[in-house]
């Protein structure tokens, strides 16, 4: 069985035995039948428990060899010491993805390293996989699947992710990454490699998103990413940098966390690009989802302040980009709106042509964007707006958006006042362009958008 097929017997299961199904229901309880139930997944559920013979109304069976259909999936949630007998029956029922949720094993003591290694053999033995130990297991929003002991709020985003762990799951305090996900815990067995080649041609994926502490089988990885990179945008969270976090990923996975220049220059190599931090996990995600790639470093800025020009100028130094410089038809499209003193340019401080020249902000507004986001020489464009009132915009919106579909560059904006939330929620909602918190965030992200797009370019 190739990996595709392979993976797809954890992320798109039509049976499921719960081994060592929990009796304990509701709040709390961290049933993951309850779970199954309560996200209405459609496939069919067996429950394996010897000390029980129904829970939540389903028949249970006292050891999978009981079930009498096919399994696709496996789950076993039981005391570690457990594990290899149930592997072990797993494999003579043929079931050949198994998920193993305990803790304990290499992420532990020497008793669990070797735990571990037994099931690992054992399942290789009798030609199934194994998912963790150590894990949530996997989570499927676009077919109500989830593995994982917490209930999780699942949302149809395109958004693959591959971790090792479950926080990402859980979710992040911005928004809802979780479309699909794999949480990968020690990897035993199943590795970033496994799930990058289910992503990579998955319709319902966009974006790709790994946390890594650390990968075992490093050349797999570099072919799979290299090749899976030109097709989708790969982004990687690596953790564990120093000599502490590589201690303490030791002790939460087992991975062997390896030297942190190894991984930068490894990710450079297959087009991975990496993120510093979770902010930028998550700012980075939601441009390549919201927003067209950057075919160049020249950036517009257009501001009501001076003073948030200049920040985004040493922004841009420090991201390697630049500011445009403005055709002569755009200059001169911009001059016919200023006063005779302003010399507009780029950035385009617009206060003065709607507060001194007198000229209707819409106007100025709309005029400015259509002309700096023509002009061949800027390839993306930073808003920088006074978030005064959230009514005041509205009116001019419908404009803004049309303007911004007008043009394949993608647009992000930063907002600063005393009604920064209120209208930042009510622009997030447009879809074409996206709001951040610090200008130095907006940037990044741009920078980010034009570093994928020599990616895929570098190799036409």
Known sequence: MNSVDQMKLFMEPRSVAIIGASRATGPGSLNILQHLVNARFAGRLYPVNPNARKILRMKCYPS????????DLAVISTPRSLVPQLVEECTRRAIRAITVVAQGLAD?????????SEIVRIAREGGSRILGPNTFGTVNAFNNLTTAFLELEMKKVPIGIIAQTGLFFVGLPMCSLLGKGIDLGNACDIEFADGLEYFEHDPDI??????????????????????VAKR?????LKTGKGDEGARATQSHTGSLAGKDEVYDAAFKQCGVIRVNDVDEYEDVAKAFLRLPLMKGRGIGVITLTGAGGIITLDACEKYNLCL????PDTLSKLGALAPPWQS?????DIWAPMMIAGHPFDEVFSTTLAAFLADPNVHGLIIIFYAFSPEVPISLMGGVLKVIDRFEKPVVCWLYGPKVEQ????????????VYPTLDRAVRALSRLNDYFQIIEGDR
């Open 64 to 71: 999978v060899l009981d079930v009498p259909d096919n399994i």
């Open 108 to 116: 532990g003591d020497e008793e669990g390293k070797e735990l571990q």
């Open 206 to 227: 966009r974006v790709i998103l790994l946390h890594v502490e650390g990968i075992r089988e490093g050349r797999r990885f570099m072919e799979v990413a290299r090749r």
């Open 232 to 236: 989708k945008p790969i982004l990687a």
């Open 324 to 327: 445009a410089k403005l055709s």
């Open 344 to 348: 507009l340019g780029n950035p385009a």
């Open 423 to 434: 209208l930042a929620s009510m622009m997030d909602k447009t879809g074409n362009i996206v």
